[in-house]
């Protein structure tokens, strides 16, 4: 298996995110050993972003580590631990919320499209949105 950041890179639906990531310089954190659960945005999610916002988030370093570390959360927080939590605690500091009472997990605003792929140091869940903290 490979890390976060490879897994990512290898998917080919993340280019925004690592771009971002890179950026931001947390690639060396996310290919440490964690374990990390990450909520990875797609491509088209980042898309769907008000246009100019991630021109403007690269730009602005302190904010775009705030929204990418607000994606991270500590540990390795598999789909069927995600189910049995109403909130989990990100790397950035505040919660996010999570529901998966519809037949679907929602984290915040954003759908779960893709869950558990598993990775060296932990497990990224796909969603359609980015999160941004309030």
């Known amino acids: 298996m ?3 950041v490879d897994t ?7 280019k925004t995110l690592v771009a ?22 797609t491509d088209e999610a980042f898309g769907n972003l008000p246009a100019g916002t991630v ?3 690269l730009n602005d370093i302190p904010q775009l580590t705030k929204i ?13 631990d995600v189910v049995k939590i109403d909130s989990a605690a990100t790397v ?13 997990v929602k984290v915040n605003n954003a759908t ?11 497990v990224i869940h796909v969603i359609d949105t ?5």
């Open 112 to 122: 779960v499209i893709t869950p558990d792929l598993e990775v060296d140091n932990g």
């Open 8 to 14: 990512a890179v290898s998917a080919g639906s993340f």
């Open 92 to 104: 950035e500091g505040s919660n996010l919320k999570i529901d998966a009472s519809n037949g679907s």
């Open 55 to 57: 021109d403007s988030l």
């Open 130 to 134: 980015v999160l941004l903290p309030e």
């Open 68 to 80: 990418l570390t607000y994606h991270v959360v500590s540990g390795k927080v598999m789909a069927a």
């Open 20 to 41: 971002a990531v890179q950026a931001a310089g947390l690639v060396d954190t996310l290919k440490s050993p964690g374990p990390f659960t990450v909520f990875a945005p």
């Open 2 to 4: 490979a890390d976060i």
